[in-house]
């Protein structure tokens, strides 16, 4: 019991300043970003600066193929970068105003990418992926048609208030991967219009 009590302990305080208030990426962990959320048309979002997680291929995995830095260089705009070994895969997604949306993809020792694969529904995807359309609502366009293949949610992963009722591989496209098996979508108080409030898996 004693060792279970001093994990538990451990896994909180590693985690203590996610969604934390920040000024610059000093305060923050080391595997984290001081992020900004920017109003933009649509959606309504809190200006208050927080810590979030870098960018991995399981965790806070979407991302922006060009990072932009606040006006004063100290946050991030909206996503953190991925981390070291891992880059911004395109998802052929264009975001407005943001720009290319990625995925956070670990690089291969041969210095390649793992490639999202296109699909049409959850049957043509991995036991631990779904589909996701590549058309996207609302102030975003997309270069392909049908979709392609992205992971579950895992731990601090985005995801959407509406498809809280689900967790696991869908069968049908989705406009975002729900949360991994034994995970929950939590509100986060931010929302894209018309998709509603955005989550994040725990």
Known sequence: M?????LIAYAVAADATVNSPCKTGT????DECCVVVI???GKRFSLTPTCQKLGTENVNTDCYVKSHMSPTMTQYIDKCPCTPGHECVSTGIIEVPQGEHGKCTRQTHSGTQQVNHPCNSGADCADDECCVSNIRPLGKRSLFNSGHCEKLGTRHSHCLMRDAGHSGKPAHQMFQCPCSVGLKCVG???????????GQCH
């Not at 305060?27 to 080391?30: E, F, N, Q, S, V």
């Open 188 to 198: 986060i108080h931010q929302f894209d219009m018309p998709l509603g409030e955005i």
């Open 39 to 41: 109003p933009r048309k």
């Open 27 to 30: 305060d923050c962990a080391k």
């Open 2 to 6: 004693f060792v279970c009590i001093i």
